[in-house]
């Protein structure tokens, strides 16, 4: 299994508390340093990042090393039984390197070259770039791969972004002759070549897409954001051949990020693929909490979902890399996360599968951007603050959980994302331009299963469907031959399978399925879906479902019924009284198809009807109303149960057996209150 298993069976196991660490902007400041180390324990914290933008002090010109001060920094929080991960310093370089090898900066999509600064920004291409960081990294790996304290690699920072350099075109013409087995004609037959006359014939005439060059061509849009991905991952790979090299047992991981607004997750690069790469899935979340354009429990939900697909990546518990216990300072509205919020919002990470609870950053900067950032230590510098006391209480809390370390959780359920029809639909020229919303649409479908705790894997096509109940595939457009077979297989042993609207469309070269839907989609679901009509957001239609009316908006399908059982049809519109909601029969499995954008009260109903039919359950029943959540990590010998308030009001919540309350140690049953955002956790031992 994974590297961290290795780790934390190997020694005790312990939930990490701390974060990232920036010494580096404090070296003139002993008195600071010093502090930071008593700090660090009155806050409970075990664990820091260190190195992340360090390269300018480690290296502050060409062959110039200073590692002195991260000797004396690992060595003293060493000294306090903490933990070390450290980073590979590649997110952002130093000046003298960007000007003595231009060949590392990047080049934008209009194909200008960009100046040095900021961060996160060089070319994945770049041979000397490549050099740099191995060298680096190498003396990283050698000066500290045995020093006991370190505890796992942390490579570079956020990767993201895309270079159009000259350097990466080649690289890009190289990738794809490879994909095409260097026979252009299967690349034009792939992009739908002759469509506005746009046949190459020779690898040096593609380009990259760009605003001012070629981006009509989809297939070409779709390769490009693979290429990226692979670029990146080997960019990734080059970096870590000395850390495997050197500390074969250390393991691996980098910090992945979510969409800010809808804390959908990071568009730009496939981290499926990226997480097979990785000994350790970690992320950096930062949900707006107490917003003003949603409840707190439906960013709950969003967050569950997301950490939901990032745990289900390796199937194992992820690291909560970055956080904030306050606020941060990028957010259009900065605001301080209300009392409470920071200890419920942790234990929901934890409850999830992280075995961490990691902040940036340590210590507040003085000056620059990040100066406001929310950190452990304030400007103030003092541990007697609100933001200081909660960060130790949620110390005091991890200290309890060390049994959860490395648990999984069991789903029957499980919810299909992917990177691939994401970019691939946002591409479409057609639809709605607003209103496909695709991971917000998978958010939707998850919300059910959230608000009845009834835990869901989100998983990937590459992964298997062979252990789910439950399999939901919504707005699958891009859909290979594969995956479709897979699919098939999944029913036919017995799997209940629902697809939506806007599904089966494209195959994974962005080429539509030609002679209608596909064959054996039309065979396991009955039905052959014949248009999509997509609404003006001011449009409503209704479905009538089992006898209850259900509004729909933004799209609805026409469907000729083949051998399906209609489970709902449409009341208004050229296509009134037709199926909207149909399921079938197929072999030892069933497969749904809803024709429409159906709303929460529908999925509540529709997803209701399934969890009876199916015998699905929560890990531990507990009765409560909406915004609040119940998730269970299983321990060798007990059930932790985690019962988290999201709402600003009380909440009343039955509970079904008794347990103990892992705070107080007492005995709860029945009947107990939560206040406004409060988490209790409580034990259940296990019955082997
Ligand atoms: C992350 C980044 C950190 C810090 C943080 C602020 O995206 O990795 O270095 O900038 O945001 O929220």
């Known amino acids: 299994m994974s590297h961290l298993k290795k780790t934390y069976t190997t020694e005790a196991k312990f939930m990490l508390h701390g974060g990232d660490y920036n010494p580096d902007q404090w070296l003139d400041r002993p008195d600071i340093l010093a502090d930071d180390i008593t700090f660090m324990q009155l806050a409970n914290t075990n664990t820091f990042s260190l190195g992340i933008f360090a390269w300018s002090t480690l290296e502050p010109e060409e062959g110039v090393y200073q590692f002195d001060w991260l000797d004396k920094v690992i060595n003293d929080i060493h000294q306090i039984d903490g933990r070390v991960i450290l980073a590979t310093p590649s997110g952002a370089r130093p000046a003298w390197m960007s000007q003595k090898y231009p060949d590392v900066l990047r080049v934008n999509a209009s194909r200008v070259k960009q100046l040095h600064g900021a961060r996160h920004n060089h070319c994945f291409t770049s041979e000397v770039y490549r050099e740099q960081t191995q060298k680096m990294n190498r003396l990283l790996a050698e000066r500290y791969g045995s020093h006991p304290a370190?505890?796992?690699?942390?490579?570079?920072?956020?990767y993201g972004g895309e270079c159009h350099c000259e350097n990466c075109q080649n690289a890009f013409r190289s990738w794809l002759k490879e994909k095409y087995n260097h026979d252009i004609k299967q690349l034009n037959d792939a992009w739908w070549g002759p469509f506005w006359s746009h046949t190459f014939n020779d690898w040096s005439q593609v380009e990259s897409p760009s605003p001012i060059g070629e981006n009509a061509v989809h297939g070409l849009n779709l390769d490009w954001r693979r290429f990226v991905t692979d670029q990146t991952i080997s960019f990734f790979e080059n970096e870590i051949v000395p850390l495997k090299d050197l500390t074969p047992n250390i393991p691996i991981t980098t910090n992945f990020m979510a969409e800010t607004h809808d804390l959908i997750p990071f568009q730009s690069l496939d981290y499926s693929k990226f997480a097979q790469h990785l000994d350790v899935i970690s992320w950096d979340a930062y949900p707006a909490w107490h917003n003003d354009w949603e409840s707190t429990a439906d960013l709950a939900m969003k967050v569950g979902f997301i950490n939901d697909l990032y745990r289900s990546l390796k199937q194992q518990p992820f690291l909560l890399m970055e956080s904030t216990p306050s606020a941060v300072n990028w957010h259009n509205v900065n605001k301080a996360k209300r009392p409470g919020m920071h200890l419920l919002s942790s234990m929901q990470m934890v409850a999830h599968g992280s075995d961490s609870i990691l902040y940036f950053q340590w210590r507040k900067s003085r000056g620059s951007s990040e100066k406001f950032h929310g950190a452990v230590v304030d400007h103030d510098n003092s541990t007697h603050n609100r933001v200081f006391q909660e960060v130790a209480e949620v110390g005091t809390t991890l200290q309890q959980l060390s049994d959860v370390v490395g648990t999984n959780r069991p789903a029957d359920v499980a919810i299909l994302y992917d990177w691939e029809n994401n970019w691939a639909l946002n591409d479409a020229q057609g639809f709605g331009r607003a209103t496909k919303c695709y991971p917000q649409t998978l958010q939707q479908h998850y919300?059910?299963?959230?608000?009845?705790?009834?835990?869901?894997?989100?998983?990937?096509?590459?992964?298997?469907?062979?252990?789910?109940?439950?399999?939901?595939?919504?707005?699958?457009?891009?859909?290979?031959?594969?995956?479709?077979?897979?699919?098939?297989?999944?029913?036919?042993?017995?799997?209940?399978?629902?697809?939506?609207?806007?599904?089966?469309?494209?195959?994974?070269?962005?080429?539509?399925?030609?002679?209608?839907?596909?064959?054996?989609?039309?065979?396991?679901?009955g039905i052959k879906p014949l248009e999509t009509d997509t609404l003006y957001p001011s449009d409503r239609n209704r479905v009538n479902y089992r006898g209850q009316i259900y509004e729909l908006k933004d799209y609805a399908t026409v469907i000729e019924n083949q051998s399906a059982r209609t489970e709902g049809f449409y009341q208004e519109d050229f296509y009134a009284q037709t199926p909207a909601v149909t399921s079938s029969q197929y072999k030892q499995g069933k497969a749904y198809y809803i024709g429409a954008r159906l709303q929460d009260d529908f999925h509540r109903d529709f997803y209701q009807t399934l969890i009876d039919e199916l015998s699905l359950a929560p890990a531990f029943v507990v009765q409560h109303g909406r915004g609040v959540s119940v998730q269970v990590r299983q321990a060798e010998e007990k059930n932790y149960i985690f019962l988290m308030n999201f709402t600003e009001e009380e909440q009343q919540v039955t509970l079904k057996a008794a347990v103990k309350d892992m705070a107080t140690e007492e005995e709860l049953k029945g009947n107990i209150t939560l206040a406004k955002y409060e988490v209790k956790i409580v034990e259940k031992r296990k019955v082997h």
């Open 447 to 525: 919300r059910t299963f959230w608000e009845r705790d009834i835990p869901v894997d989100v998983i990937t096509k590459e992964q298997d469907f062979s252990s789910y109940k439950l399999l939901i595939i919504p707005m699958l457009y891009l859909v290979s031959e594969e995956t479709i077979s897979r699919l098939k297989s999944f029913v036919a042993g017995g799997g209940t399978l629902v697809m939506t609207y806007i599904s089966g469309i494209v195959n994974e070269y962005d080429l539509t399925y030609m002679g209608g839907w596909h064959q054996d989609l039309q065979e396991i679901f």
């Open 150 to 158: 370190l505890l796992m690699w942390h490579i570079s920072n956020e």
